[in-house]
């Protein structure tokens, strides 16, 4: 099946130049830029023939009736926000791929059997609540009162910042997918790593989603003066903290071969009471473990903790974790990974299976059915950075391949 590659690298450009204008890729969930960033997708799936509505969740959704109603529907789509500084592609290559596919049907005149939902989910990225992927959250349902309550720095809540988006936070079960009511999921999007590009393999057929575990880990010792505290006599909780990311470093590395490697970082780090002048009295870390394998990205944090606490007590230092969030891992489902196989193969592209790396909306979406996920190639792997690129073809190539897995699905799934 064709599309208008053309059409789909101008909306691709035009979306991703609607951004802070000092901070580019930035389109910030619950921000007046991503607001006009909605505005332009909703008036483009309009015109491309859609029935465009947000729903209670905040999620913009542009739907093409099928020929039987009494069949699931097939969802296809990303998200449009962005993280700061980053996100030319991430995402709205997906929502924009879902646009063109939908607008390609209508312009062959092929109608499906199944109907066709392209979605822009909100807020897929952290948001400055503290939580990622809202929307889908909102569409399977674990949405709680508690996460509406979530307070962004500035002090509105999220419930509020779901109304700001156009959802309707008092009225989310009215949208809510029960286990097994969607045909499928699919979705297209950069692999945001290099062994696509590596390997020179044109699409990549998504296995699983890697699970993601959060914790807050306190390093505890006494603020002292920097001048005036020998060395001796000091605990530097700062130093315990080196320790800590030194050996997650080594002990990630020893497990990032395998067909279900594990990666850990410390991305975040409060000190205090953070003046030069001062021996640093507490240190909180964020740590992040992500891996295909539940058992290992639940034990990490801990087992870090507890053979790392005899070395830090020598340094007059306490440390305590507690979790912050759990995603288990996702598997992508057989039927559709098939599908997508088989539709790259048809039209001459070569592939491979590989897991995803990162979080996306789909993990949410498993819970209201089967999904998959099709991988291109991005340059040097960079994401989530200004330096985030693809090329025209690539694009195009997702695209196609999104296209007729569509076909595929429609025709095989009841």
């Not at 990549?204 to 699970?211: A, H, N, Q, S």
């Not at 807050?216 to 909780?237: C, E, F, K, Q």
């Not at 050996?247 to 991305?267: D, I, K, M, Y």
């Not at 994401?383 to 190539?397: F, K």
Request: with cysteine; hydrophobic share 40%; net charge negative.
């Amino acid at each position: 099946m064709s599309i208008d590659a053309d059409r789909l690298w101008r909306r691709t450009e035009a979306l991703s130049k609607i951004t802070d204008p000092d901070r580019p890729w930035t389109r910030r969930s619950f921000t007046p830029r991503f607001l006009e960033g909605r505005k332009w997708l909703a008036a483009e799936f309009h015109a491309a023939g859609l029935e465009t509505t947000i729903d209670a969740g905040g999620n913009l959704v542009g739907r093409l009736a099928g020929a039987d109603p009494s069949l699931k529907p097939i969802m296809i789509g990303s998200h449009s926000d962005t993280v700061p500084s980053g996100g030319r592609y991430d995402g709205i290559l997906g929502v924009l791929a879902g646009l063109e596919v939908a607008q390609s049907f209508i312009e062959r005149g092929d109608r499906l059997r199944h109907s066709l939902e392209v979605y822009d989910f909100l807020a897929e990225e952290p948001s400055e609540f503290g939580l990622s992927c809202i929307g889908s959250r909102a569409l399977a349902g674990v949405l709680s009162n508690e996460m509406l309550e979530m307070k962004r720095p500035d002090g509105m809540t999220l419930r509020e910042g779901i109304q700001f988006a156009g959802g309707r936070p008092d009225s989310l079960a009215s949208m809510r997918r029960a286990a097994d009511s969607i045909a499928a999921y699919v979705e297209v999007h950069i692999e945001q790593g290099r062994v696509l590009e590596n390997e020179g393999i044109a699409i990549g057929v998504v296995t699983d989603i890697v699970g993601i575990r959060r914790e807050r880990i306190t390093v505890s010792g006494r603020a002292d003066h920097a001048g005036a505290t020998p060395m001796p006599l000091r605990a530097d909780a700062l130093v315990g903290a080196a320790k800590l990311i030194e050996a997650a470093h080594e002990r990630a590395s020893a497990r990032s071969n395998g067909p279900q490697p594990l990666v850990a970082t410390f991305g975040r780090i409060e000190i205090s009471p953070n003046a030069a002048n001062a021996v640093p009295g507490e240190a909180v870390l964020t740590l992040e473990v992500r891996s295909g394998n539940e058992a290992a990205v639940k034990a990490f944090g801990d087992a870090l903790v507890r053979e790392l606490t005899p070395a830090l007590a020598e340094l007059r230092l306490g440390v305590r974790s507690e979790p912050i969030s759990h995603v288990p891992p996702t598997a992508c489902a057989p039927a559709v990974c098939s599908a997508i196989a088989t539709a790259a193969a048809s039209l001459g592209l070569s592939t491979r299976e590989l897991p995803s790396g990162a979080g996306h909306d789909g993990v949410f979406v498993a819970r209201t059915g089967p999904i998959g996920m099709i991988f291109i190639p991005c340059l040097d792997g960079r994401s989530h950075a200004p330096e985030e690129s693809i090329e025209p073809h690539q694009a195009a190539d997702g695209a196609r391949v999104l296209a007729e897995t569509v076909r595929l699905l429609d025709a095989t799934l009841g």
